[in-house]
């Protein structure tokens, strides 16, 4: 009997999604599967990738990874959330808060309830009933806390790292599961006959490197999916305009706060995340509506610390190729599409590419179906955050060009359904393939001002006294059990973390 197992995977590219991909393969395939990672030192990575989201926390359990020595490792912080400022209009902020928000009574989940109270006078804001939020904003963390009646949950939180170091701390951890790494340039990639599957790579050395399965992550360049494959790129830039970045490290100004923020400006919004031995800054905008030297100059004039490094340029367009795995190449973090940072989704599309490809994990027939398959499941969970991250530009109020611009362009019909089902009656339904629960649907639409004109039937059951009393008990609640978290500094210096 053949057998027609894969035996050698490549990674093409380091990085993150290159150790991110090595190391999660080495750890699902152990020994059946050599594994190899070619990258260059000469060539940099893009590295302004550094806030993430809560599903990282699988992925680290799954390799084994202790949290206190990976944040040391990465000079990391904790994220709760990100706090946006001046989207709606100027002078307007909210965060989108990860964690749920209140606590559903009933069959109808809990925002109707906060709208029939807005509606009846309660005045709060929805983040009035986010632990999260309220945590963030005082700077207080820890991985679980001790509820008002003495049962302890566990808080909803994600990281804010150096990606360049946890790319090292991958490698290390990789390496040490038989991972080997050749260092050297890329000259050419050939291709099998007769049916283009790409057999190996030559290196600058000379040197060939041969195997049954390509990763390929390295970058916008899409050595392999794109200059050896020919795949195509759908170029979403007519939904997410923005098509530049200029990103610059500056030292802290205070202690790190447990959240990102992005923060609008004319053209574009400028990122904030901080570190533990820096804070992380960039400026995103449309260079249709803002000369680079200007937005320069506006993230420049805008920094909270002192540079460390000379600003730099990053070109990009939002999209995706139109086949994620081709052949026997499948393309992960920028060499698979890009989509600007504003929702912390690019290390998340790295690691549920590498799930969804243990899922269907091929041998070296690469069955066609299962290549499709991956491909529509991918497609949907890009298409999905694309809408989430469009819904940020289509619904404000700025008087801008570039804003008024955003307001009035068409957008997917799946999101117009989606805002107009939430218009009417407060309503969000989580799709399958959606990466965002409804309640961060929920905090951007009330954050951009998508106010619904009614609620659930049932949040009308309860009498004016008992709904406000509900209202205020949560709230006293959320503020009570914030308050009893420890400081966040205090937190990372009491995990070894710190110094």
């Known amino acids: 009997m053949t057998d027609n197992r894969i035996r050698s995977v490549v990674v093409v590219g380091g ?52 949290e206190n020595a990976f944040l040391a490792a990465t000079q990391g912080t904790i994220k709760l959330g990100i706090e946006f400022v001046d989207w709606r209009a100027p002078g307007q902020a909210y965060i989108h808060a990860f964690g749920e928000i209140g606590r559903s009574l009933g069959a109808a989940p809990f925002h109707h309830y906060w709208l029939e109270g807005r509606r009846k006078g309660a005045p709060h804001a929805l983040w009035d009933y986010s632990l999260n939020a309220q945590a963030a904003f005082a700077g207080r963390f820890d991985r679980a806390v001790r509820k008002t009646g003495g049962a302890v949950e566990p808080l909803t939180y994600a990281f804010q790292f150096d990606a360049a170091l946890y790319a090292r701390h991958l490698r290390g951890y990789a390496e040490h599961l038989g991972v080997t790494r050749t260092e050297g340039k890329i000259l050419n990639t050939t291709l099998r006959e007769p049916d283009g599957f790409v057999a190996s790579v030559t290196l600058e050395s000379g040197e060939v490197v041969a195997g049954d399965f390509f990763i390929d992550c390295s970058g916008f360049r899409g050595l392999l999916i794109e200059q ?66 200007e937005a320069t100059a506006q993230l420049m004039a805008s920094l909270e610390g002192e540079p460390l490094a000379e600003p730099r340029t990053l070109k990009f367009v939002t999209g995706r190729r139109k086949r994620f795995w081709n052949r026997n190449v499948l393309a992960l ?52 955050i694309r809408d989430f991250l469009v819904l940020h530009y289509w619904a404000n109020q700025r008087d801008e060009p570039f804003w008024k611009t955003c307001r ?21 339904f989580r799709e399958p393939d959606d990466l965002f629960l409804e309640a961060s649907w929920l905090q951007v639409l009330i954050g ?40 966040h500094d205090d937190f990372l210096r009491q995990q070894g973390v710190a110094r």
């Open 15 to 66: 990085g993150t999604a290159g150790w991110m991909s090595a190391a999660l393969l080495a750890r699902a395939l152990g020994d059946t599967v050599r594994i190899r990672l070619v990258e260059s030192e000469a060539i940099g990575t893009v590295g302004v990738g550094e806030a993430t989201i809560p599903q990282i926390l699988r992925f680290n359990a799954f390799l084994g990874l202790d």
């Open 333 to 384: 973090g920028l060499a698979s599409g890009f989509m600007e940072p504003l929702e912390s989704t690019s290390i998340h599309l790295v690691q549920s590419g590498l799930s969804r490809l243990l899922n269907l994990f091929p041998d070296k027939g690469f069955a066609q179906r299962d290549i499709d398959e991956y491909n529509r499941q991918a497609g949907l969970e890009f298409e999905r």
């Open 448 to 487: 951009q001002g998508v106010t619904p004109s009614g609620c659930h039937p049932m949040a009308g059951q309860l009498t004016d006294d008992q709904l406000l009393s509900f209202l205020a008990d949560l709230r006293k609640i959320t503020a009570d059990d914030a308050a009893a978290l420890p400081d």
């Open 408 to 428: 009035e362009r068409a957008v997917p019909a799946e999101l117009t359904r989606k805002v107009e089902l939430f218009r009417t009656h407060g309503r969000l």
């Open 228 to 293: 050896a494959l020919k795949t195509g790129y759908e170029d979403w830039s007519d939904l997410l305009p923005c098509d530049r970045a200029i990103a610059v490290p500056t030292a802290n100004v205070g202690p790190p706060r447990p959240y990102t923020q992005a923060i609008a400006r004319p053209a574009g919004w400028q990122w904030r995340i901080p570190l533990r031995h820096r804070t992380g800054n960039g400026h995103v905008f449309c260079s249709r509506f803002v000369g680079e030297d």
